[in-house]
């Protein structure tokens, strides 16, 4: 009888049959049959007593349960990659929400922010608002795509853009489609970033030391080199989660300069002959792409989502835990910090200089303008914001070159790289970027362009891949609503990039390679 009590801990059994020695629980486990009528307990003709069957349940579904559960907290069952752990993005995994948010927020707010009020001098109030309105949202749609698609399949994390594109159009033509504008979007980035921290610098010490300055002032290559001895010095920060530092410094003084920008513009008195009719030629068709080249513009100002993979994958994840949580949560509070930036700027910056606003963006008119207005100190701590901004997002956005040399390395010497190697590759990648902005000065001339040229990877891509990789039913609103997304993200990419390279023909750009202003 002590053996009949220590089975029916197991679970509630089933109305036994009398032709059956043992039942099925509601739970599907064996148990010995009840006693019978007359009161008879059941004896078992076989050399195996409950006290054998029994814990076929008992014990054996507790190590399962405890199996189960260690599993779930470590990650175990996802399939690592050992070079992983070798490697600046995937080497720590100890992120969170915090990190997130810092990253995101750095990644998402830059100079592309400052060149909003071009865009609404050529769309006017009703179409500017509306239109970065909307790709505000669809942008934020796109971004909670990627952050669910990470651990699309059970086991298995995508770690970087290129692989979830390949995982969704297929080895080849994932690379074709994704390699360009991602790699673009890093390093290309980061060349930007030379030019406009250099010139940010340059403009700073000019402020700072006034028109009665005797010294003999740096040229604007030095600048760039001055700058990008800076980046090199900060690049040696080993992985992505060590530079969350940087990202919140970066993420700061990007929502302090953003703020100042607009409110300095907007507290200052409106140039005169001020008009916000949006700029216009005679020819309608004229009309239509400089219209087409200022939502490029527009659009370029969204960046990050090629980051958006890589800041997810450092942290870590089980299946009690994804890392899909966090890394939602962070995004959300950098995204509404975003719109906090990017609206004002572009609504106050046209606001404060009409269709008078001067290619180079709200900066550029802030120092044309109201340079002899606002105390130079203010001004000082402005530009000295934005310099600081550019050196956290360069960081930021040459992880991903990093980790491509890092690759390449240890798959061949399949080791980890020395800290002198990874030195070297980081030298090697800050003047490479330094070389190409100084023969090529012209780059942030081509923000239409590019925007345009970059569109389908924050914009079309995640819609595509939601498609092939999750499967929704066909012909269902989930089907029919990403598919028409993503076409019109690559209809809108192929417009700007038109209307970008019309208004390169119709302004005229001056290619003076190896010749900064």
Request: glycine share 8%.
């Amino acid at each position: 009888m002590e053996e009949r009590g220590e089975t029916e801990l197991m679970s509630i059994p089933a109305t036994p049959r009398v032709s059956t020695p043992e039942t099925l629980t509601p739970s599907g486990q064996r148990s010995p049959r009840a006693a019978s009528k007359e009161g008879k307990s059941w004896t078992p003709t076989s050399f195996i007593s409950p006290k054998f069957l029994s814990p076929l349940g008992t014990p054996m579904k507790r190590v399962l349960i405890n199996m189960k559960g260690y599993l779930e907290e470590v990650g175990h069952l996802t399939k690592l990659n050992p070079q992983d752990a070798w490697l600046p993005i995937t080497e720590s995994r100890n992120g969170n929400a915090h990190y997130a948010a810092f990253h995101n927020l750095n990644a998402g707010v830059g100079f592309q922010a400052l060149v909003l009020p071009v865009a609404f001098a050529y769309l006017g109030w009703s179409w500017g608002i509306l239109s970065l309105t909307i790709a505000y949202c669809w942008q934020l749609y796109t971004l909670w795509i990627l952050v669910q698609l990470h651990e699309a399949v059970p086991g298995k994390r995508y770690n970087r853009y290129v692989e979830l594109a390949q995982a969704a159009f297929g080895e080849r033509l994932g690379v074709w489609l994704a390699l360009f504008p991602t790699v673009y979007l890093s390093a290309g980035t980061a060349t930007a970033l030379i030019l406009i921290g250099g010139e940010t610098m340059k403009m700073f010490f000019q402020i700072v030391c006034g028109s009665t300055c005797t010294s003999n002032p740096l040229t604007t290559v030095e600048w760039y080199l001055v700058f990008t001895s800076l980046s090199i010095v900060l690049s040696q920060l080993p992985n992505l989660n060590s530079i969350a530092g940087l990202s919140l410094i970066g993420a700061v003084t990007a929502i302090t300069y953003s703020t100042m920008v607009w409110v300095l513009s907007v507290s200052q008195q409106r140039p005169p002959s001020i008009s916000y009719e949006p700029l216009s030629l005679s020819q309608s068709s004229a009309s239509v792409f400089l219209a087409m080249n200022a939502l490029g513009i527009i659009a370029f100002s969204f960046r990050g989502h090629n980051l958006a993979l890589e800041i997810q994958a450092t942290m870590p994840s089980t299946f009690k835990h994804p890392a899909r949580v966090p890394m939602w949560k962070g995004a959300k509070v950098a995204y509404f910090f975003i719109a906090m930036c990017l609206f004002p700027i572009a609504i106050g910056g046209f606001w404060a200089y009409g269709n008078q606003m001067p290619p180079g963006g709200i900066l550029t008119a802030l120092y044309a303008f109201h340079s002899h207005e606002i105390s130079r100190g203010i001004l000082a701590i402005t530009f000295l914001l934005v310099v600081f901004n550019c050196l956290s997002s360069f960081q930021i956005y040459s992880m991903p070159a990093f980790d491509s040399f890092e690759a390449g390395y240890t798959s061949r010497t399949n080791r980890p790289c020395s800290i002198w190697v990874r030195s070297g590759f980081r030298v090697f990648y800050g003047f490479v970027s330094f070389f190409i902005g100084v023969a090529l000065p012209f780059l942030s001339s081509l923000a239409g362009l590019l925007g345009g040229l970059t569109l389908p990877v924050t914009f079309a891509y995640p819609c595509f891949m939601w498609v092939l990789i999750k499967q929704p039913t066909k012909y269902s609103f989930n089907w029919y609503f990403n598919w028409i997304l993503g076409w019109l993200g690559v209809g809108f990419s192929l417009a700007f990039s038109i209307g970008g390279i019309w208004s390169i023909v119709n302004d005229g750009l001056k290619l003076k390679f190896f010749k900064p202003n």
